[in-house]
């Protein structure tokens, strides 16, 4: 199956710092998406963004898909920006989101 | 919309009870799916279902079963609850595997 990695896995920030997170997977998709997971556990919606760019306030995310990767901006980061950031695809010949590792993020005031 | 529900939000089973996990979404998605959560590790996918009256297997299935008689819900049932398949399970919701997917909650589940 396809494969998706996430770099770094984890990241301390302090707050007020700007940061980049990277996905890179395998095979070609029609689905990409990034997620945070706060420390309650709960997964929220940042991105559907199987190609090009889109900002949502202080964050934003790009993907190139003839390069299999996609990068999630984070800017002025908070501490409510702390928790977990996964990227999860569904390749082309998939049926259902594949999730990388996650990246870990730290904001300390 | 109340989105994407899931009951109970935590339990506690012993060793070879079973019971079912509940997911119902009102938004109308046709597709469902169930996964889990296991510490440091990203989601994986256990069943799901494309329609009402259609499913089928994800990944770790082994000791789940699934059913979907309406487009709203869609329980998943442990038959014989073992203490591997202690996790945080999700449901999610779309209108088809092309678009966006929405998560619940989550159901934290302990086996002891």
């Known amino acids: 199956g396809i494969q998706v990695e996430q770099s770094p896995p984890d990241l301390i920030l302090q707050e007020g710092a700007n940061s980049t997170l990277r996905c890179n997977f395998s095979?070609?998709?029609?689905?990409l998406q990034w997620f945070h997971q706060n420390p309650w556990g709960q997964l929220i919606n940042l991105f559907y963004?199987?190609?090009g760019t889109k900002q949502n306030g202080r964050l934003s995310a790009t993907t190139v898909a003839t390069e299999r990767y996609s990068l999630l901006y984070i800017s002025s980061s908070q501490t409510t920006d702390s928790g977990v950031y996964f990227c999860?695809?569904?390749?082309?010949?998939?049926?259902?989101?594949?999730f990388g590792k996650g990246t870990s993020l730290l904001v300390t005031p | 919309n109340a989105g994407v529900t899931q009951t109970p939000k935590f339990q506690v089973l012993k060793t070879g009870q079973s019971m079912t996990l509940q997911c119902a979404q009102d938004?109308?998605?046709?597709?469902m799916s169930w996964y889990r959560q296991d510490p440091g590790m990203g989601l994986r996918l256990i069943h799901y279902?494309?329609?009402?009256?259609?499913?089928d297997q994800g990944e770790v299935p082994n000791g789940y079963n699934v059913s979907r008689s309406t487009t709203e819900d869609f329980p998943l049932r442990l038959l014989s609850a073992a203490p591997s398949q202690t996790s945080v399970y999700f449901c999610?919701?779309?209108?088809?595997?092309?678009?966006?997917?929405?998560f619940g909650p989550g159901t934290r589940l302990t086996v002891l």
């Open positions: 999610a919701s779309s209108y088809s595997t092309l678009l966006e997917q929405f």
């Open positions: 938004m109308n998605h046709e597709y």
């Open positions: 999860a695809v569904i390749s082309n010949s998939g049926y259902a989101l594949n």
């Open positions: 095979d070609s998709v029609n689905n």
């Open positions: 963004i199987p190609s």
């Open positions: 279902s494309v329609g009402a009256g259609i499913t």
